[in-house]
């Protein structure tokens, strides 16, 4: 499956990161669909002033209800904007 036709860029969506200082620790966080600056044929996210090319392994969803909830059933625990949980 092409990643990129799923999205387009300046669409906002929602994705499940893990904290790169804990890998146990995951929450929610908005992300900006943009054109990869390394490959301008291909899309990826901004988040938190980095950019990641868009594949299949990043779990991202259009809507914060279905982030939350696919959140909720694989960490049990509802996430609050900014917190993070194990």
Known sequence: MDTNESF?????VYV????PHAQ????????AVIQN???PEELALFIHETY???TEEL????????????FHEAFG???EE?????
């Open 77 to 79: 625990a509802s996430n």
């Open 52 to 54: 990641y090319p868009i």
């Open 59 to 70: 779990a991202i969803y259009k809507s914060e209800e279905e982030a939350e909830q696919v």
């Open 8 to 12: 387009s860029a300046g669409e906002v």
């Open 82 to 86: 900014g917190d993070w949980f194990g």
């Open 37 to 39: 600056p390394e490959k």
């Open 24 to 31: 146990d620790v995951a929450n929610v966080q908005q992300a």
């Open 16 to 19: 499940i990161i893990r904290n």
